[in-house]
């Protein structure tokens, strides 16, 4: 959650209107995209059980390219409504994810997952797109390993060959080339990015 915090810390000084690293994305689209993320997480919350998982994490985040379409249709709804302060719905979050138990599952759009998964892939989220944002919200170094390692996961899914070519990147590197913010070279071109 201390990548949370750093962008609810930073959300305030954001210029709304200049383009993000997002194609077709101001900041605003980007802030309005975080915002949910809390008010989501607080929703799966109430859906907590002890029934087996059909996703993990990265099943997870390899699903995302699936939701694309809503995905930008409720950040540029949520961008006209001006929903830009992350930090009342993750004031409004914490409490609830405090007192929860990690080993539950929840079930949210792609299906039943563990807790814990789910909020790995949020903190991928929230590093991805916290860098996304123009000027970009420095990731907390822990939120940053958790996020290449979950990206790496991702890679080995698909091509565990690249693994050693990707490992031979710094983690800030591999998250961009991961994500497509920047392309990769040599045979990891080929299999990047591993989401978006």
Known sequence: MRQWRR?????????LHLPSRVGGWRNREVLAH?????????RFLLTASE????????????????????????????????????????????????VADLGVT??????????????????VEAVVHGEDLVDP????PAAQAITARALMA????????????????????WIDVATGRQPGAGRL???VPVMT
């Not at 962008?7 to 210029?15: F, K, R, S, W, Y």
């Not at 975080?34 to 607080?42: A, E, G, N, T």
């Not at 991702?154 to 590197?173: G, T």
């Open 7 to 15: 962008i609810a810390a930073a959300a305030p000084l954001v210029d």
């Open 34 to 42: 975080l915002y949910v993320q809390p008010i989501l997480l607080r």
């Open 51 to 98: 029934q087996s998982p059909s996703v993990d994490v990265t099943t997870n985040l390899l699903g995302t390219g699936a939701f694309g379409g809503l995905i930008d249709a409720s950040a540029r709804e949520g961008a006209e409504l001006g929903k830009f302060n992350f930090a009342d719905p993750l004031d409004a979050a914490l409490p609830d994810l405090l």
């Open 106 to 123: 929840i079930t949210t759009l792609q299906g039943s997952i563990p807790l814990v998964d789910y909020l790995v892939s949020r903190c």
């Open 137 to 140: 919200v420095e990731p907390d």
């Open 154 to 173: 991702v890679l080995a899914s698909k091509a565990p060959h690249l693994v050693p070519e990707a490992e031979r990147l710094s983690s800030a590197v």
């Open 189 to 191: 071109a080929s299999a």
